[in-house]
T-cell receptor, first 112, second 113 residues
Framework: RKEVEQDPGPFNVPEGATVAFNCTYSNSASQSFFWYRQDCRKEPKLLMSVYSSGNEDGRFTAQLNRASQYISLLIRDSKLSDSATYLCVVNTREKSNYQLIWGAGTKLIIKP | NAGVTQTPKFRVLKTGQSMTLLCAQDMNHEYMYWYRQDPGMGLRLIHYSVGEGTTAKGEVPDGYNVSRLKKQNFLLGLESAAPSQTSVYFC????????????FGEGSRLTVL
């Protein structure tokens, strides 16, 4: 089992719809969680951190479920410009070492 | 404000050739990373550095070497390129690992024939 797993998609969604996808992680010692966005042939960029209480940034909502070991990203009122690959990242601390583990990404395509 | 700059952005090599990728940052960050990204896979850490003069192996270090002689530069070397090293290479920096956010360069696309 991969340490961080994502559905590769693609998720084909009409403009204006709501879409959500999850990311599961295997290490219960994981401490912090992030969603990155990566446009085609570009570098990843931080979209948002994921806090225990959940957090919202405009149309984007991130949630953490520690009991089931997954994080989620919800996008409301999707725009064409939301088309991208969304990468989840899990920061795990073991002893004094931090390790960032990346999911392979979920591809999202917003259609007009 | 350049941020993180990678050179070269594209390169084609023949099997057995050597080359060096340069990552330069003007953000004064301590931590620097080299990742490779292949289709269908997450970013995989090759080597990283927690400060000037330090380097450490990541998940997939074989076939690569690195150096961090100056704080702002992190070099990734391929001594004898192999087709399996065809990939997109990303450099990233962060002020500290617990900070969470990584700042990436634009990537370097390497093809080994």
């Amino acid at each position: 089992r991969k340490e961080v797993e994502q559905d590769p998609g693609p998720f084909n969604v009409p403009e204006g719809a709501t879409v959500a996808f999850n990311c599961t992680y295997s290490n219960s010692a994981s401490q912090s969680f992030f969603w990155y966005r990566q446009d085609c042939r570009k570098e990843p960029k931080l979209l948002m951190s994921v806090y225990s209480s959940g957090n919202e940034d405009g149309r984007f909502t991130a949630q953490l479920n520690r009991a089931s070991q997954y994080i989620s990203l919800l996008i409301r009122d999707s725009k064409l410009s939301d088309s991208a690959t969304y990468l989840c990242v899990v920061n795990t601390r073991e002893k004094s070492n931090y390790q960032l583990i990346w999911g392979a990404g979920t591809k999202l395509i917003i259609k007009p | 404000n350049a941020g993180v700059t990678q050179t070269p952005k594209f390169r084609v090599l023949k099997t057995g050739q050597s080359m060096t990728l340069l990552c330069a940052q003007d953000m004064n960050h301590e931590y620097m990373y080299w990742y490779r990204q292949d289709p269908g896979m997450g970013l995989r850490l090759i080597h990283y550095s927690v400060g000037e003069g330090t380097t450490a192996k990541g998940e997939v270090p074989d076939g690569y070497n690195v150096s961090r002689l100056k704080k702002q530069n992190f070099l990734l070397g391929l001594e004898s390129a192999a087709p399996s090293q065809t990939s997109v290479y990303f450099c990233a920096t962060t002020p500290s690992i617990s900070y969470g956010e990584l700042f990436f360069g634009e990537g370097s696309r390497l093809t080994v024939l």
